[in-house]
């Protein structure tokens, strides 16, 4: 475990400096399991699997140039006992493997909606409805198992998602919105049209389930997109510098619930 003392640091620059190392600790042969970050004091705490103390030193010098002011061994079976679990539970055997587990610390979270679902239902019929729905799940389930997503709850006409790193959630909800153009053009007469919403922070985990003012401004931004729209949090626009992502950044919009303008940006994609 390592400890960094940083004065005036935020929740946002720790999660950069996260992900910054997430994206090269397999150079270092480093397994980061989970952070804390006590912003009164400015400090955070890093667990990790390592083969040293000057592996962890090197991978945060060099993923963002943060090191840390001590690296200390400590015993998984005390920091287990202590905070209830250090990792993700494991995948019991006979549990299908559907990227359901639930992660902790930063995520970034999406909402999926399918548009005009209560419509479909009439046009369609209940039968054919319910097929349509087993395609849609499919479809939004293998492109999130594919991106390192992990479904926390089919909605009934969408689903709610969590990634660990933000740029695999945008690459996600572009392979969701491509993959809906790929089976609408094979399935003109019962075409399904999403739209989707990101956003990026610590929400809080209970009942197995994720809350907090990060899910709930994900859902509203679901609400707000239009379809085959991806609109995303600013937060997540930043976590995606140099990621070559393109954003189209909007005027700020009233969200439900929410007292003061969020600033938008709407991912641009392409089949």
Same mark, same amino acid.
């Given at each position: 475990?390592?400890? *960094? ?6 929740? =946002? @620059? ?14 270092y042969g480093v397994n980061l399991m989970t952070y804390w970050f006590d912003q009164a004091r400015g &400090? ?10 000057? *592996?962890?030193?090197? %991978?945060?010098? #060099?993923?963002? $140039? ?5 690296? /200390? ?10 905070? $209830? ?13 559907? $990227? ?11 909402? &999926?909606?399918?548009?005009?679902? &209560? @419509?479909?239902?009439?046009? %369609? ?7 349509l729905i087993s395609d849609h799940n499919s479809i939004v389930r293998k492109t999130l198992r594919s ?13 709610? +998602? ?23 053009? @094979? ?8 739209? /989707?919403? %990101? ?6 985990? +209970?009942?197995? @389930? =994720?809350?907090?003012?990060?899910? #709930?401004? +994900? ?19 930043? =976590? ?13 919009? =009233? ?12 991912? +641009?994609?392409?089949?």
């Amino acid at each position: 475990m390592d400890r *960094h003392d940083i004065p005036g640091v935020t929740a =946002l @620059d720790v999660a950069e400096a996260h992900v910054k190392d997430l994206e090269i600790q397999d150079q270092y042969g480093v397994n980061l399991m989970t952070y804390w970050f006590d912003q009164a004091r400015g &400090t955070v705490f890093c667990l990790m699997e390592a083969p040293s103390e000057d *592996h962890v030193r090197e %991978l945060h010098r #060099n993923a963002h $140039g943060l090191v840390p002011h001590e690296v /200390i061994e400590v015993d998984p079976a005390i920091v287990g006992a202590f905070l $209830g679990r250090i990792e993700d539970p494991p995948k019991e055997a006979d549990e299908p493997d559907d $990227g359901s587990k639930i992660d902790s610390a930063f995520r970034a979270i999406m909402f &999926t909606d399918i548009v005009g679902s &209560t @419509d479909m239902t009439v046009r %369609l019929g209940d039968e054919e409805a319910v097929r349509l729905i087993s395609d849609h799940n499919s479809i939004v389930r293998k492109t999130l198992r594919s991106n390192n997503g992990s479904e926390i709850k089919f909605t009934g006409d969408g689903f709610h +998602a969590s990634f660990s790193l933000v740029s695999e959630a945008v690459r996600c909800a572009i392979c969701i919105q491509q993959e809906f153009v790929a089976y609408n053009e @094979d399935h003109p007469d019962r075409e399904i049209r999403v739209k /989707i919403g %990101l956003s990026a922070g610590e929400p809080i985990m +209970a009942d197995q @389930d =994720l809350f907090g003012s990060t899910v #709930n401004l +994900a859902a509203r931004i679901c609400e707000h997109a239009a379809a085959e729209q991806i609109l995303v949090a600013q937060v997540v626009c930043d =976590l995606c510098l140099g990621k070559k992502f393109d954003f189209n950044q909007q005027s700020g919009t =009233l969200l439900k619930g929410f007292d003061e303008p969020t600033q938008l940006s709407e991912v +641009a994609w392409s089949a």
